[in-house]
């Protein structure tokens, strides 16, 4: 791995100590007030930026928190962050807090304090991504997590225990289950294939708006010539899923990852299915060709 170093900006400014710019009056600190987005750098590049900032400006007018920085300013922000740091393949993070204020449990009025923008980058185990190319197992779990899950905000927590209770397992994710019907994993959207098609939950308030399902729909899967749908009005049921020729997760980490089987029921034939080898080789291209 190629020699890095740590760069930040926050608010405006860049530093390369931690220590010098988090309070312990952030209100992300204090109450998981805020939102983040985490972001692939590909070849030294962010891929799909530009789709990630959408969804962070979707998370903070849910939250009610304003923006201070504009669109066009967190590509410049990138460029400086991951050339300074010299990194070829990793991860930048994007965290937005309400701000820094009094330790009351209210949410203070929106113009009240002045949001904290945060930005860094660090590498990543390409080992540890090659590896779940070729397969991993999951868990099921009920999802009790409640609404408002589709914000990617700092309150994490739930999902990390449920992908913690996998890892004890010796399974890679948990895949949440609502009323008999699939919504997402912890950390993964969830697509099934039958008869050759890929079905998806429709987009709703207990799942992330995952960029890398977004992608795997709108782009990956048309030039794949496979078909796709992610209707409301056939949802995903668990049993669907159990008895699907293929599994697939979506993650801006590890990009396709196939699934071989769920709670120790192999799915489909046990080994990486032709819809998903499909989509990973031409996921691949896209990352190849860049995204802004």
Not at 253 to 261: F, K, R
């Amino acid at each position: 791995m190629a020699d890095t170093k740590t760069t930040i900006y926050y608010n405006h400014n860049f530093y390369y100590d931690f220590s010098k710019i988090i309070s312990a009056d952030d209100r992300g600190l204090q109450f998981g007030d805020g939102c983040y987005e985490w972001i692939r750098i590909f070849n030294g590049h962010p891929f799909a930026l530009s789709y990630h900032t959408d969804r962070l400006y979707r998370s903070m007018r849910l939250l009610g928190i304003r923006p201070v920085t504009a669109p066009d300013e967190f590509t410049e922000i990138a460029e400086v962050v991951i050339d300074e740091s010299g990194i070829k393949e990793g991860f930048m993070k994007i965290i937005v807090t309400r701000g820094t204020g009094e330790h009351d449990f209210t949410i203070p009025a929106r113009n009240k304090l002045q949001p904290n923008v945060l930005v860094y980058a660090r590498p990543l185990d390409e080992a540890s991504i090659a590896k779940v190319q070729d397969g991993v197992t999951c868990i099921t779990a009920e999802d009790d997590r409640g609404h408002h899950c589709d914000i990617l905000s700092l309150n994490q927590l739930d999902n990390m225990m449920a992908r913690a209770e996998a890892q004890k397992k010796g399974s890679y994710d948990t895949i949440f289950i609502k009323d008999g019907l699939l919504t997402e994993a912890s950390h993964s959207n969830v697509c099934i294939v039958k008869a050759g098609v890929i079905w998806t939950p429709d987009t709703n308030e207990h799942m992330i708006r995952g960029i890398t399902r977004s992608l795997v729909l709108t782009r990956v899967a048309p030039t794949a010539g496979v078909t796709s749908i992610d209707d409301a009005a056939d949802p995903v049921k668990l049993e669907d899923m159990m008895n699907a020729e293929e599994v697939f997760l979506t993650n801006t980490q590890d990009g396709i990852v196939p699934v071989l089987s769920i709670d120790g029921k192999k799915i489909g034939s046990g080994e990486v299915g032709p819809v998903t080898r499909k989509i990973q080789e031409h996921y691949a291209h896209l990352m190849k060709d860049g995204l802004a």
